[in-house]
């Protein structure tokens, strides 16, 4: 079943902009997971973030968690026109056997 | 060295037939997933494997025949394929099941039925 919802569903930006998704849930999770898909490829992992954690950077990327209002968002900074693709949430749900839920993903798009 | 690699990349088949897809991972990971990625993007978990046993097996047509011969292989037999089968489907897999761990994809199989 789908349970994250990405929020834009697709965004345009300037390279060297930054670039904001959000992503909402229903349940208690554990943790949380971004993803990357460039077209044609398979999902690449990006990071991942914890229940129990409200901020995490990785490189251009800052992610952070709010499990009062079950949304997390994924902030890309300095965009590049490498960073156009797919990006999607996904949260372990604690009750249903740890399978990932997936949420439909925001299509970024880089203009040069 | 590709990690989780899928074969074939297309498959365009007539409505009726049977197909397979072909999964390996040389991870060494334990567990393996077959996703179904709609025309729209969804991503929906269809099974789940780990150390070739069935964990996950969401409500799929059981026209749907998922097999794993050894943890480093996750095959899926698709038989009578219909149009609605049209789709990208993923392999994917993990050191274990539990949820913090990242899961690496194959590059997918673009399944079309004519």
């Known amino acids: 079943s789908q349970q994250g919802e990405e929020d834009p569903q697709a965004l345009s930006i300037q390279e060297g902009e930054n670039a904001t998704m959000n992503c909402s849930y229903k349940?208690?999770?554990?943790?949380l997971q971004w993803y990357r898909q460039n077209s044609g490829r398979g999902l690449v992992h990006l990071i991942l973030?914890?229940?129990n954690e409200r901020e995490k950077h990785s490189g251009r990327l800052r992610v952070t968690l709010d499990t009062s209002k079950k949304s997390s968002s994924l902030l890309i900074t300095a965009s590049r026109a490498a960073d156009t693709a797919s990006y999607f949430c996904?949260?372990?749900?604690?009750?249903?056997?740890?399978?990932?839920?997936w949420g439909a993903g925001t299509k970024l798009i880089i203009k040069p | 060295d590709t990690a989780v690699s899928q074969t074939p990349k297309y498959l365009v088949t007539q409505m009726g037939n049977d197909k397979s897809i072909k999964c390996e991972q040389n991870?060494?990971?334990?567990?393996m997933y077959w996703y179904k990625q709609d025309s729209k993007k969804f991503l929906k978990i269809m099974f789940s494997?780990?150390?070739?046993?069935?964990?996950i097996n969401e409500t799929v047509p059981n026209r749907f025949s998922p097999k794993s011969p050894d943890k480093a292989h996750l095959n899926l037999h698709i038989n009578s394929l219909e149009l609605g089968d049209s789709a990208v489907y993923f392999c994917?897999?993990?050191?274990?099941?539990?949820?913090?761990?990242?899961?690496?994809f194959g590059d997918g199989t673009r399944l079309s039925i004519l």
């Open positions: 994917a897999s993990s050191h274990s099941t539990l949820g913090y761990q990242p899961q690496h």
């Open positions: 991870l060494g990971h334990d567990t």
């Open positions: 494997y780990n150390n070739k046993e069935l964990i």
């Open positions: 349940t208690s999770i554990n943790n």
């Open positions: 973030i914890r229940s």
């Open positions: 996904a949260t372990d749900d604690m009750d249903s056997n740890y399978q990932l839920i």
